[in-house]
């Protein structure tokens, strides 16, 4: 369901799979090739929400922030996750039931691990792992992993594209 | 979303505002002012739930409980949190993807950080500040901090108002 709120009305490319059961309200922008699956709610009400090419956000997740809000190209994002920060980079796999909090940036190239909590105002560099509640930094993301998560992305892409043409 | 279940129907304040993706159903009671977000669930089937004044559950959480529940006045509860206790007090904070199990109670001016998992049967007495999984007592909270649920608060019941004259 798309809405607009206060004369901002969602811009979404095309392309993009918003699944009927998922709820985007106010001053959203979302790119091509993009999925937004059941139950997922994105809030544009406060400030501004901008979601990259190819970027999956998963069932169940609330997208919401009170400063603007940018997730870049080619992020998936798990089920159950609370995306209340201002950036996320490129090429990230946030972990299912995570939750990141106001004005937290995440780089590109990076892994949130599955229920980590990342607090307020962190930081976490390019190429970095973050897990535990509340998150630390625990090492550097390998190649090997960014090819993993690129399979994965490139699945749900297909995937997303499948629930479209079914009109799902 | 507003059900009747095994002859019980919510009964909710003229003010309050029911976002049009929330599903309240059974005995339910929801005050003035109050506020309910997009894929939240309020599940009145066993025992009764009633919420207070001003209190607003943000999107995707999940209200249940399998004995009586009392939400007071001026709560805010955060996205996707699990509400399952019996108690929470006038002035708290629950944070984002917080934990309430059953039989908890939290007194009055309480913050649970986000991420907390209050256990089964834990008391938090009035304006403790309890953080982490399992949930400890962190200390005590400020004045300031209570300011801040207050902003809040007051936040969400001029949104909600927004929300509601807009229909959604």
């Known amino acids: ?168 | 979303m507003i059900r009747t279940f095994n002859g019980k129907t919510p009964k909710i304040a003229e003010s309050a505002f029911i976002s049009e993706v929330a599903y309240v159903v059974g005995d339910v009671e929801i005050g003035e002012n109050s506020s309910v977000w997009p894929g939240t669930v309020i599940r009145g089937d066993h025992a009764p739930i009633v919420i207070g004044q001003n209190t607003q559950i943000e999107d995707n959480c999940m209200v249940h409980t399998g004995t009586p529940m009392f939400i007071g006045d001026n709560v805010h509860i955060g996205h996707n949190v699990v509400v399952h206790c019996q108690k929470i007090g006038n002035t708290v904070l629950i944070g984002n993807h917080a934990t309430i199990s059953e039989y908890a109670e939290v007194g009055d001016f309480c913050v649970v950080a986000a991420g907390a998992l209050v256990t089964p049967g834990m008391k938090i007495p009035d304006r403790t500040f309890v953080v982490g999984v399992p949930a400890k007592v962190k200390g005590e909270v400020s004045e300031d901090r209570i300011e801040i649920t207050k902003q809040s608060v007051d936040i969400y019941v001029k949104m909600s108002k927004a929300y509601k004259e807009q229909g959604l």
């Open chain 1, 1 to 168: 369901m798309i809405k607009s709120f206060r004369g901002k009305t969602p811009r979404i490319h095309e392309t993009a799979f918003i699944s009927k059961q998922a709820y985007i309200v106010g001053d959203v922008e979302i790119g091509e090739g993009a999925g937004i699956w059941p139950g997922a709610v994105i809030r544009g009400d406060s400030a501004k929400i901008v979601i990259g090419k190819n970027t999956q956000i998963e069932d169940n997740c609330t997208v919401h922030s009170g400063v603007p809000m940018t997730i870049g190209e080619n992020v998936l994002i798990g089920h159950n996750v609370v995306v209340h920060c201002a950036r996320i980079g490129d090429n990230v796999l946030i972990g299912n039931n995570a939750t990141l909090l106001d004005n937290a940036e995440i780089g590109s190239y990076c892994i949130v691990g599955a229920n980590a909590l990342i607090n307020m105002d962190m930081k976490v560099p390019d190429r970095t792992f973050a897990y535990g509640v509340p998150a630390k930094i625990t090492g550097e993301v390998p190649q090997e992993r960014t090819d993993i998560i690129s399979l994965a992305l490139l699945f749900n892409t297909v995937l997303a594209k499948e629930y479209k043409e079914h009109g799902l």
